[in-house]
């Protein structure tokens, strides 16, 4: 699905409102990108560790280590970025400082200029993926096919990603905003897509739609929408219809809780007429919210609710959905 809707495409980034399962499909995507060979990143820089617990392993020191085989012989290697190593790491390849940022970091300074300069980490954390993108078009030897970055939420993508904006108050000049800019080379390129997860309720649909506006104004590329936790109706058509309007049989309730080898009294019956309007107007909601990101005119991507929770089989089973399409 990728080589489709997305040729050439080097950074994915995902993010999405707390809640959405972000992690999730930013890992579900990275086993999709590794099929057939190919040899994918997955980074996070949010100091959740949310990648080693979907893939359980042991929490992520900030190196790149391989967490999973994808069909095909595809491999999944993770990263964890810190601003306190991506600074480390800043200093030691553009100054030969490692040692010196090392004793920074002992007295505290590290934290304190991360803090008090918001732009300064997020161009640090970014940096970091965009040197991994810089491998590929050098064609280096520890060169991935592409990377999946699991960014920060909708509420601060664009402010995460539009790091030239974020240091024009630490910097005019000199080697930090030289490297924001050569951060942008590649953030606002065709080698970047910025996907978005949303769940079918009407404040993540919001701040999806939000964050879409927000940045095309920014001129960075919106990639897709990943519907995720979908369920289909447990009722047909007609009967949606009935359980909306209050007209639902109460014969046939009854028949078919017999039918079960279930005794329906009248309080029992009255409960599923009950449960079954609810069911009506959530399946109302979830329409009125598709329709609204398919508004949005961008491939959208519907996963479902994995009732037995997320675990490795279930990424692996979300992986194979994209793979397959589920465009709508």
């Known amino acids: 699905m990728t080589d489709v809707w997305w040729p050439g495409v080097a950074l994915h980034v995902v993010s999405g409102k707390g809640g959405t399962g972000k992690t999730?499909?930013?890992?579900?995507?990275?086993?999709?990108?590794?099929?057939?060979?190919?040899?994918?990143?997955?980074?996070e820089v949010e100091d959740r560790q949310g990648i080693a617990q979907l893939f359980d392993t042991a929490p992520l020191p900030y190196e790149e280590r391989k967490i999973a085989v994808a069909?095909?012989?595809?491999?999944?290697?993770?990263?964890?970025?810190?601003?306190?190593?991506?600074?480390?790491?800043?200093?030691?390849?553009?100054?030969?400082?490692?040692?010196?940022?090392?004793?920074?970091?002992?007295?505290?300074?590290?934290?304190?200029?991360?803090?008090?300069?918001?732009?300064?980490?997020?161009?640090?954390?970014?940096?970091?993926?965009?040197?991994?993108?810089?491998?590929?078009?050098?064609?280096?030897p520890n060169a991935y096919s592409a990377i999946v970055l699991d960014a920060p939420p909708t509420g601060r993508i664009t402010?995460?990603?539009?790091?030239?904006?974020?240091?024009?108050?630490?910097?005019?000049?000199?080697?930090?905003?030289?490297?924001?800019?050569?951060?942008?080379?590649?953030?606002?390129?065709?080698?970047?897509?910025?996907?978005?997860?949303?769940?079918?309720?009407?404040?993540p649909v919001q701040e999806t739609i939000d964050a879409v506006g927000d940045l095309r104004s920014a001129n960075l590329p919106v990639g897709g929408i990943f519907v995720n936790m979908t369920r289909p109706p447990m009722l047909t058509s007609r009967q949606l219809q009935a359980a909306r309007s209050g007209t639902m049989s109460v014969v046939a309730i009854e028949r078919s809780l017999n039918e079960a080898g279930l005794t329906g009294d009248s309080t029992v019956v009255t409960a599923l007429m009950h449960e079954a309007h609810d069911h009506a107007v959530r399946v109302?909601?979830?329409?009125?919210?598709?329709?609204?990101?398919?508004?949005?005119?961008?491939?959208?991507f519907m996963l479902p609710l994995i009732s037995e929770g997320i675990d490795l089989g279930g990424l692996y089973q979300l992986a194979n959905l994209l793979r397959a399409g589920g465009v709508r």
Not at 123 to 129: D, I, Q, S
């Open 71 to 140: 069909p095909g012989g595809g491999e999944v290697w993770a990263l964890a970025v810190t601003a306190q190593e991506a600074l480390l790491d800043y200093l030691d390849t553009f100054y030969n400082l490692r040692r010196a940022g090392s004793v920074l970091r002992r007295m505290g300074a590290i934290d304190f200029a991360t803090t008090i300069a918001p732009g300064l980490r997020d161009v640090l954390l970014t940096g970091k993926a965009c040197e991994v993108v810089r491998r590929i078009e050098k064609r280096a």
């Open 24 to 43: 999730t499909v930013a890992a579900a995507l990275a086993l999709t990108l590794a099929h057939q060979g190919k040899r994918i990143l997955l980074m």
């Open 284 to 300: 109302d909601l979830e329409a009125r919210e598709t329709a609204r990101i398919v508004e949005l005119g961008l491939p959208t």
């Open 159 to 203: 402010r995460f990603l539009n790091v030239n904006s974020e240091v024009s108050g630490l910097a005019k000049v000199g080697p930090i905003r030289n490297h924001a800019d050569l951060v942008m080379s590649v953030i606002s390129s065709p080698r970047t897509a910025v996907h978005l997860v949303t769940l079918l309720e009407e404040m």
